[in-house]
């Protein structure tokens, strides 16, 4: 029994900054085929009506398969036999057509308004490219007895897991690893689509907005994971069981969400309910086959640390014998150097004592001196002294004289009479 689950979740950036949820899944299942398919909206503020644009884009392929494929099927099947190519772009250009014809719709419906140009437009309105509001990415598998297809336009993941249990990526979108997206509103997206067809049919076909694959460090990691997934598709056989897995994988996704790329994240998954026992065993082993592959990773991740801190210990017992040579070679220096300075210091003692003799014989010599000194000073004052006198006397004399003088000039002139 063909069968198929989805699931969207809203990205943790997208509820942090208050914005829509821009993916949008779809699947279609009936007892001649099934189809699933994602969508993701451009993030940029240009791309303003994407959330509309990848719903439209889901149910444009849903529509434009359920057309060719639906009301003779048996007759969709050998054309696809004959031309598959020819067949699946006919489908796309469906497809093209139908998507542009829901955008004119839901701009008739609801104009866009000058708000709208100057808010996210910048005031730069073109109306020939007005698709570009609604810009997305779009993913679809299909799988059916005696056709089994799928076809992308822009980022995201196509994933296989074929009926020995092992996962692969068929086909991706080139411009995605040089940072660019196709997308459903170019002009020339018809060439932008990638196809890629079965020889049989495969267990399942996974397809999943590039949230998710962006959670994950590398490509094996993510196909583990959808693996894992792909362990938990028995016993899906009704409505209610479908509906409890597609929530389990909504909060896992959440958390993948809020750990990993922040991003929205939706899955399509369409399977063969009949080959699970078949793919079972090839499933567990593969399980087992990346839990020791994980085990062996995790070990050489040991080695490659022990090696590494077997060549630090090895650099740094190296460095410390250099260093312990360098430290001796220096200590050698240090006592030679030692050596001399206690040769210096015992001339320099030698010296100090002969420093402080002198000291001492200059300090006896000064007492001596200002002995002398003391004494001239007072034989200076003696002298003073006794100059001071003799000055005094010698004053008195000529004082004297000049008495003796005038008494000599009055008796001379007595005689004179």
């Not at 949008?24 to 940029?44: E, P, Q, T």
């Not at 992308?152 to 196509?158: A, N, R």
């Not at 060439?191 to 907005?209: A, Y």
């Not at 209610?240 to 909504?250: S, V």
Request: glycine letters at 6%; aromatic letters at 8%.
């Amino acid at each position: 029994m063909l069968s198929g689950i989805s699931a969207i979740t809203i990205g943790q950036s997208h509820i942090d900054n208050k914005t829509e949820c821009q993916d949008s899944a779809i699947l279609d299942f009936n007892d001649k085929y099934v189809m699933g398919a994602v969508a993701d909206g451009h993030g940029s503020k240009k791309h303003f009506r994407s959330a509309k644009g990848s719903q439209f884009a889901v149910e444009a392929a849903k529509y434009s398969i359920y057309e060719y494929m639906n009301d003779n099927y048996e007759k969709f099947v050998d054309a696809y036999n004959k031309d598959k190519k020819y067949l699946i772009d006919r489908i796309i250009k469906m497809l093209i057509t139908k998507w542009h014809e829901k955008i004119q719709e839901d701009i008739n419906n609801e104009p866009i308004t000058q708000e709208e140009i100057d808010k996210y437009l910048d005031g730069n309105f073109n109306e020939d490219k007005i698709s570009s509001i609604y810009g997305t990415t779009l993913l679809v598998g299909v799988m059916g007895e005696g056709c089994n297809f799928g076809f992308l336009i822009g980022d995201g993941s196509f994933v296989v897991i074929d009926k020995h249990g092992k996962a692969y990526i068929p086909i991706e979108d080139e411009n995605s690893k040089a940072n660019y997206t196709t997308s459903l509103s170019s002009s020339d997206s018809f060439n932008g689509f990638v196809t890629h067809f079965f020889d049989e049919m495969p267990f399942s076909i996974m397809v999943s907005t590039d949230g998710l694959v962006k959670s994950f460090g590398d490509d094996n990691d993510f196909l583990d994971y959808n693996q894992a997934i792909a362990m938990e598709l028995d016993g899906l056989d009704t409505v209610d069981k479908r509906i409890e897995m597609e929530d389990r994988l909504t909060k896992l996704f959440e958390q993948r969400s809020r750990d990993g790329s922040e991003d929205d994240i939706s899955i399509s998954i369409i399977f063969n309910s009949d080959a699970y026992e078949s793919v079972k065993q090839g499933l567990e082993t593969r399980r087992k086959l990346n839990k020791i592959d994980e085990q062996i990773g995790l070990s050489k991740k040991k080695i490659v640390t022990l090696d590494f801190k077997q060549k630090q210990i090895e650099n740094e017992r190296n460095v410390n014998t250099e260093n312990w040579k360098k430290v001796e070679i220096e200590k050698l220096k240090l006592n030679k150097y030692n050596e001399e300075l206690m040769k210096k210091k015992r001339v320099l003692q030698e010296e100090l004592k002969k420093i402080e003799q002198e000291q001492e014989d200059v300090g006896k010599k000064k007492i001596e001196l200002d002995s002398s000194i003391k004494q001239y000073e007072e034989i200076e004052k003696i002298k003073s002294d006794e100059q001071d006198k003799n000055l005094a006397d010698k004053k008195l004399e000529e004082e004297n004289i000049q008495i003796k003088e005038a008494e000599k000039r009055r008796l001379q002139d007595i005689l004179k009479n």
